[in-house]
Nanobody, 128 residues
Framework: QVQLVESGGGSVQAGGSLRLSCVAS????????MAWFRQGPGEEREAVAS????????RLVDAAKGRFAVSVDHARNRLFFEMNSLKAEDAGTYYC??????????????????????WGQGTQVTVS
């Protein structure tokens, strides 16, 4: 059973940076899609970035391009989400999620929370 634990959230001023981390235990990063979702108050949970660890290919939504980056540390089964030039609209709870058996093609496309069966507890990001 895969378990995900996020860390690294916090409160920053607009223009600041945060680095989120997600540790996966219980299974290796193989044939799995990993993603970061954001959920603002009263909003639907939406995918911000995804990565297929087997190839390390990643996708960011348009609002994140040029500011955010997602990477994988295979040795430590850890997923990172580097967020720079943060804006007020980036605030929310960020969740790490895993979908086992998902193809790379699907992983790097438009994703829904329904596509993912394993979730972390979330980490809060506040931008003032």
């Amino acid at each position: 059973q895969v378990q995900l634990v996020e860390s690294g959230g916090g409160s920053v001023q607009a223009g600041g940076s945060l680095r989120l981390s997600c540790v996966a235990s219980g299974a290796a990063f193989s044939r799995v899609c990993m993603a970061w979702f954001r959920q603002g108050p009263g909003e639907e949970r939406e995918a911000v970035a995804s990565v297929y660890p087997t190839t390390s290919r990643a996708r960011l939504v348009d609002a994140a391009k040029g500011r955010f980056a997602v990477s994988v540390d295979h040795a430590r089964n850890r997923l990172f989400f580097e967020m720079n030039s943060l804006k007020a609209e980036d605030a929310g709870t960020y969740y790490c999620a895993a979908a086992r058996g998902m193809s790379e093609f699907t992983c790097l496309g438009r994703l829904s929370p329904r596509d993912f069966g394993v979730w972390g507890q979330g980490t809060q990001v506040t931008v003032s």
